[in-house]
């Protein structure tokens, strides 16, 4: 029985052939009977008909194998821009990866996201050279490709006869031979002095000490092996489960410490009911226990499952370092951690910065659809559900393929056939000044039973939207509330769903709101309190009218989504991809040469970076790469712009 873990995550640009390693990988461990085919729709990983359909991931999935004493949990990941949150999301949970690259392609667009953020997270990668078997292989420019584009660090760990035919066949290099020896010691020596003597000196280490060394650099990220092979036909894949198994470091993990974990992925049951994927750092999960979640959540876990001989099985507890399927979480999200935080990544990419409202075709179905879209964002907060003013609900999206993968999950899995309307870009209001409005008790603007005052305070920018309580507990209706720190609760609550809509329709954050006065009105009190008792009812519709009266008062700006954009192209075609985004007004913060392409860093709005993705491949001839870093706000040039909702509702009104 397999008495360690690792969790291995595949990556690759679209179709160079992840899905289809992972197949191979599951084959050659005794897990399927046959390798499922991508174009055929039979993988094991890619199991939503859009997934097979387009032939491309994109969900996470999970499935196990054993390798020795090891057990290898394979997450494969997206490899589509739009889903690059996923893949992010994945990472921070994995043990070690392999990057898969194509021997006819080789190092495309999306391989140089996917390593740089593996590098960014330190995560030890073993790289692999697949369709070695077909026509245009040429593996000496590939790793020449990988050593320029990729990294420098790099170790070939053997060579191929045939290439570019069916015959095509990996041959692993033996430590026995001087030349790999040789080569292996030099590169093992930029990154260790001991190293660095031996190989000046002309000492020659014995096979043990270099896989013990290659092992070290590799766990550290120091060194990345790379091997070549065929996932389709099998030649390369045995050689690479050995490297896994040797170089990537298993879970270490404490199993008798608190339970500690992330969940990195949720689906739902054929009954509805939330099953969440989770790494296990430390500790275990059992059922009927309580987990707390992120944002003071709890959670009872009713079932435990783990994966192994080709399905996930029942069990009574999810160990430390494994991956677990955890039931019973009604409250739990996508990215909740339990335990003590320590050792856990955090996520790293951008938030969305588009925004669609979503129409059902059918009228009908409006109830099911926002019932659907709040099952989707729990398995993806960053759709962000909200209902618009215009009573439609909208999501917030990365890109047009996000779009569509959202479309074709609610008519195949729901049933539910809906449009988009045109995208937009999503902005936010700030303050310009003070606000403060009051409505007191038996007053004629007053139609409720019950006083608020809210007063509206710039923040700074970045501090999101925060809430203070000054009144005293004796003018609280706690008759209401057990306790004041409900009230205080109960008005925020009110209060952030008001400024959900600014002025111009948009979130207002960066703010302070402070609950300046209140009061509630018995049938004895004195001549100013007196009336009928105050119930919740008045304050839930009190407080929406004062928040809007403080937030006239102080005006907004509205403010734009900017972006620190990493733009990798060919050297040649810097110059025009710098003249373009300075026309429209970008900062040029810095600009590198790195081999053959150049690395530009630039300030751009948010509005500009979707024109930016649809220019890029033509001005680059789809070499360049763009990866987008959320910076923050900044005010709108110009007209302020109205959120679409917000128009319909104004004109209506």
Not at 11 to 24: F, M, P, Q
Not at 74 to 79: A, I, L, Q
Not at 149 to 173: E, I, K, N, W, Y
Not at 251 to 266: N, Y
Request: net charge negative; charged share 20%; hydrophobic share 40%.
């Amino acid at each position: 029985m397999p008495s360690q873990s690792l969790n291995l995550g595949i990556l690759a640009h679209v179709d160079a052939g992840k899905t289809t390693l992972t197949e191979r990988l599951l084959h050659l461990a005794g897990v399927i009977d046959e390798p499922g085919s991508v174009d055929s729709g039979t993988t094991s990983t890619d199991t939503l008909a859009l997934e097979r359909r387009r032939g491309i991931t994109i969900k996470a999935a999970v499935v196990s194998f054993p390798l020795g004493d090891l057990t290898v949990n394979v997450v494969d990941t997206p490899g589509h821009p739009d889903f690059i949150a996923e893949v992010e999301r994945v990472l921070s949970v994995l043990d070690g990866a392999v990057l898969v690259l194509s021997a006819v392609e080789g190092v495309q667009p999306q391989t140089r996201i996917l390593m740089r953020a593996l590098q960014r997270l330190r995560v030890p990668t073993l790289m692999f050279v697949n369709k070695v078997d077909r026509v245009g292989a040429n593996l000496d420019l590939v790793l020449t490709a990988i050593r320029a584009r990729l990294t420098p660090d790099v170790v070939m760990m053997g060579s191929v006869s045939a290439l570019g035919t069916r015959r095509a066949q990996f041959c692993p290099h033996d430590r026995l031979d001087a030349a790999f020896r040789d080569r292996e010691t030099a590169a093992l020596a930029e990154h260790d002095d001991t190293w660095l003597a031996a190989y000046v000196e002309g000492r020659t280490p014995s096979g043990r000490e270099l896989a013990a060394a290659m092992a070290g650099q590799t766990r550290t990220t120091s060194l990345h092996p790379v091997y070549a092979g065929s996932a389709s036909t099998g030649t390369g894949v045995p050689e690479l489960m050995t490297g896994i198994a040797a170089l990537l470091p298993a879970s270490r993990a404490d199993a008798d410490a608190p339970p500690s974990g992330r969940v990195f992925k949720i689906e739902r049951s054929l009954a509805g009911e939330k099953v969440a994927y989770v790494r296990m750092f430390n500790g275990s999960a059992r059922p009927r226990q309580r987990l707390a979640l992120s944002g003071g959540r709890m959670g009872k876990v009713s079932a435990v499952e783990v994966f192994g001989t080709g399905r996930w099985r029942r069990t009574d507890i999810a160990a430390a370092g494994q991956i677990a399927r955890l039931h019973g979480l009604r409250a739990v999200r996508v990215g909740d951690a339990f335990g003590e935080p320590g050792g856990l990544q955090d996520h790293h990419f951008a938030p969305p910065t588009l925004e669609a409202s979503v129409t059902v075709v059918r009228p009908e179905q409006g109830p099911a659809l926002r019932t659907a879209l709040d099952e989707l964002a729990d398995q993806d907060p960053l759709i962000d559900v909200r209902t618009g003013d215009d009573g439609l609900p909208t999501v917030s999206l990365y890109g047009q393929v996000q779009q569509e993968v959202l479309g074709s999950t609610l008519a195949e899995e729901y049933g539910i056939e809906v449009e988009f309307a045109d995208a937009g870009v999503l902005h936010v209001e700030r303050a310009r000044q003070t606000g403060e409005a009051v409505e007191r008790l038996n007053t004629d603007s007053n139609p409720y039973h019950a006083s608020i005052g809210l007063r509206l305070t710039p923040g700074a920018a970045g501090s999101g939207l925060r809430f203070a309580n000054e009144t005293p507990a004796r003018d609280m209706p706690l008759y209401l509330f057990k306790s004041s720190t409900a009230f205080t609760a109960s008005i925020e609550k009110h209060v952030r769903r008001t400024l959900e809509h600014g002025c111009y329709g948009w979130r207002v954050t960066d703010a302070l709101v402070t609950l300046t006065e209140c009061a509630y009105s018995v049938a004895d009190g004195p001549p100013s309190r007196r009336g009928p008792t105050s119930t919740s009812y008045d304050y839930r519709q009190l407080t929406p009218i004062v928040m809007r009266q403080a937030l006239q008062q102080a005006g907004t700006r509205v403010c734009e989504p900017v972006l620190r954009v990493l733009v990798e192209v060919p050297a040649p075609d810097a110059v025009a991809v710098v003249r373009l985004v300075t026309r429209w007004g970008a900062e040029l913060l810095a600009q590198t040469a790195t081999g053959d392409l150049a690395l530009l860093e630039v300030r751009l709005v948010a509005s500009r970076l979707h024109d930016l993705q649809r220019q890029l491949p033509d001005l680059t001839g789809g070499e360049g790469t763009l990866e987008p870093r959320f910076e923050g706000y900044q005010p709108v040039h110009g007209e302020p712009p109205l959120r679409a909702g917000w128009v319909a509702a104004s004109r209506s009104g």
